[in-house]
């Protein structure tokens, strides 16, 4: 039974630690600077749980580093621990930030968005390894297989791409969510309303592709109701400029696939 | 039984006239332009169609417009008939477009993205209607209720911001989806992979609002990822100034709440 350290107590850390425990891991100890985040955490894997790095446990096999990007550089260099293997999972961060602090390291990387009060089938939850060298790349390849069905291998640079897609298509499209809630409310409506039609948006997605999926009156060139749009929305600069932006954006990829 | 023509063969006039149909209205008659797409939909619905506007059956008790809104001024105008209640479909078109030209007129509009090759449930489609008075907006909320669940009545300022809410939420969320998988392919990566975090982040909205669930680089102040993202998008300045603006726009509307 591989004896494992989470380092970091977010949603990533919860889900992954309690993905890892299901799965006949021995979870050891959750480090966290936050003492109310780490025992919180301990407590839910019932476990033991530190916030100095200096106490950390140096028995695991696993040390697994679910961090805010810009704090997992500081935290390698602290806990100076050379044996076992290092796994960040980040998506913008290169495998390499461990080459000159351990031996033995990689990348576990899931394309999910977590909250920690919403519970998630961790199996269906794709994840994308690397590692520094083959041997490595295996053992991870096979911790990450036996928590999720989807298991891919990947460069940092194509991890990097991938972080940045999902970005668009999640961290983005909620934003739309929120604007368009907002626009609701000045004509005192309900998000609700939009529900049926983003989610019969994503439904789509199941047989045609997001480029044959596209409606609107940008890919239409639907220019009279693009200008009544960019009207309506001109004491709003900022949603102004984004429907002005976007609204370009999908004309031109449809001019450019035509002219092809 | 209310007889009715429908004026357009598009894909609201497809879904639309199969609800009527299917809840005991009459179609007399299709109208379309493209004499193909008139006969199709007529076949469905196995009923007359012409192509003709001096043809369009006057015995009508209702008449849906459902074509494109750059079009419907000229309809109106050469379909010379003050008889019978008329409709029309448009989200961001004043229900006064009929007001020199027709007696009784008013508004339904669906919202909803329609595909004719995609089976959809009409009664949850919320509807949006209005009309030129009390009378015929009793009787277009009637016929609404018949083949929907959800009707509001809003008047023409109100429909447009409606509809650039849901240009943003679905045309726009789509759009970032096609951007999604772009750069997903540039690492030879199929967009499925994204369906999980793309249908999580719908389904969050079930119990949290669009400004809650917002998570990612951008909500977390995360400069180090932004800038590594804006990096790898220089080579693509659309791209790059759409990562840019979206996360200006999500930062400052954080910001702008933790002010208040």
Do not use: W
């Not at 939850?125 to 690397?130: A, K, Q, R, S, T």
């Amino acid at each position: 039974m591989k004896k494992v350290v989470i380092i970091g107590a977010g949603n990533v850390a919860t889900h992954l630690a309690v993905a890892l425990q299901k799965n006949g891991f021995a979870i050891l100890q959750v480090f966290s600077r936050t003492e109310a985040s780490a025992k919180k955490l301990a407590e839910l894997l019932q476990t033991t749980f530190t916030t100095d790095l200096n106490h950390i446990d140096r028995q695991a096999d696993l040390y697994f580093y679910c961090v805010s990007d810009h704090i997992l550089g500081d935290i390698i260099d602290r806990f100076n621990h050379t044996e076992g293997l290092h796994i960040h999972t980040a998506g913008s961060i290169p495998a390499t930030i461990f080459s000159q602090k351990r031996t033995h390291y990689g990348v576990l990387y899931p394309l999910q968005t977590f909250s920690k009060q919403k519970e998630l089938d961790f199996r269906t939850v794709p994840l994308f390894i690397e590692a520094n060298n083959e041997q490595n790349k295996a053992t991870i390849e096979e911790i990450a297989s036996l928590i999720s069905d989807k298991v891919y291998c990947i460069n940092s640079d194509e991890r990097i791409k991938l972080h940045v897609s999902a970005v668009f298509a999640c961290n983005f499209s909620n934003h739309l969510y929120h604007i368009a809630s907002e626009l609701l409310s000045e004509s005192h409506l309900p998000f609700d309303l939009l529900m049926p039609l983003v989610e019969e948006t994503v439904q789509k997605l199941k047989s045609l592709s997001p480029y044959e999926a596209q409606t609107g009156p940008a890919v239409r060139n639907d220019f009279n109701v693009l200008n009544k749009h960019l009207q309506s929305l001109a004491n709003d600069p900022k949603k102004h400029d984004l429907y002005k932006l976007l609204s370009e954006s999908i004309i031109q990829t449809h001019s450019d696939k035509s002219n092809t």
